[in-house]
């Protein structure tokens, strides 16, 4: 194929993902690296009312001609990422007026604001490390089971009877068609106290609180995160098990191989380019875990780095800090897929 005969088939999908991947993550790391203060004024409001009127003492962002807030912009480098990962205990942001402290209390006051940093860094530090070890403990667990789940599902309705086959299609992939927080939700409502789970396990004399205890609750989103994927795979691998070569299996079949000898010679290194690539898919998906967290946990027993995200922009009201954090968990899933994307090259670049 001619270069430029390819250059044209490819320029769409390079255009799509410039215009929806590329420069969303550029414009992330753009806000991530810079802050935005609006100039304060102090103004008097006087109102007026039935038993007279009243004078009020507020603040608020001036304006420019033409009626605009006016912002103070700077530049603050890894001033937010430091914050995150609790390296630091500024929190990049400045405020709209400074003021020093009396000479008196100078000592005094330099002392509690260096504590309340020193505070500040503990505690994003703690958060970070635990949404990461959490994140990559729900990667490293449901990414293996979803594999294998899929895969023997795959094969049990590749073996099925022909009539059966489109009952089993659909039932195995309702999971997958459930949007993610109607399906936690239907997690929650299972587990939660008197829901069917804990009924039924109370009847053996078992009486387990899963939403309120840490190990329960970080289970049921590794739980979650299995019951949503595996159709994913199950699909992959049942469409890839349409193409194994049913002449090697014949042959091996003549030889006297068993099932289990076909499974693993002749199946499986059919499947390999598959299997690596659901592994990607799920890896990616699974460092971005929060419909879960969100549902069922509500981030008070565990939390992901997408959550933590989530929390920085909604409570701390901060999107240029919540854009660092994001830029942090793009990063994690690269770290996480380079080795799989360089396996993938050699064998490519092998001819294999």
């Not at 001033?79 to 405020?95: E, M």
């Not at 979803?146 to 023997?152: K, L, P």
């Not at 901060?318 to 799989?340: C, F, H, R, W």
Request: net charge positive; with cysteine.
């Amino acid at each position: 194929m001619k270069t430029s005969t390819f250059a044209r088939f490819v320029a769409p999908s390079v255009l799509l993902m410039l215009a929806l991947l590329a420069m969303p993550l550029a414009v992330t790391f753009y806000l991530s690296v810079r802050n935005c203060t609006f100039d304060m004024e102090t103004v008097t409001i006087q109102q007026s009312g039935p038993f007279g009127s009243t004078e009020t003492t507020t603040q608020r962002a001036r304006v420019d001609a033409n009626g605009k807030p006016i912002q103070n912009c700077k530049f603050v480098g890894t001033a937010y990422f430091k914050s995150v990962l609790g390296l630091t205990g500024a929190s990049g942001q400045t405020s709209a007026s400074s003021q020093e402290p009396p000479a008196d209390t100078a000592a005094t006051g330099n002392t509690g604001s260096s504590n309340a940093a020193k505070a500040a860094a503990s505690k994003n530090s703690q958060e970070f490390i635990g949404a990461l070890r959490f994140t990559l403990l729900y990667t490293l667990v449901t990414t293996p089971l979803v594999i294998i789940f899929g895969f023997f599902i795959a094969l049990g309705v590749h073996h099925s009877a022909q009539r059966l086959k489109a009952v089993f299609i659909t039932v195995s992939l309702l999971p997958f068609i459930i949007t993610p927080i109607v399906g936690a939700l239907a997690i929650k409502w299972l587990f939660r106290d008197g829901g069917l789970v804990p009924h039924v396990l109370s009847q053996f004399g078992l009486s387990i609180y899963w939403m309120a205890e840490a190990w329960s609750a970080r289970l049921l989103v590794i739980l979650y995160g299995v019951w949503q994927s595996t159709p994913f795979a199950f699909i992959v691998f049942y469409a890839g098990l349409q193409s194994v070569p049913q002449d090697s299996l014949e042959a091996a079949t003549i030889d006297g191989a068993t099932r289990w000898q076909k499974l693993i010679y002749i199946t499986l290194p059919h499947m390999m380019p598959l299997v690596l690539f659901v592994a990607l898919i799920k890896i990616m998906d699974s460092y971005r875990v929060f419909e879960p967290v969100v549902v069922l946990t509500q981030g008070a027993f565990t939390t992901s780095v997408q959550y933590l995200t989530y929390h920085i922009l909604s409570v701390e009201n901060n999107p240029y800090k919540a854009s660092a954090s994001a830029v942090l968990t793009t990063l994690g899933i690269g770290i996480l897929i380079i080795p799989m994307l360089y396996k993938t090259w050699k064998e490519q670049r092998s001819g294999r």
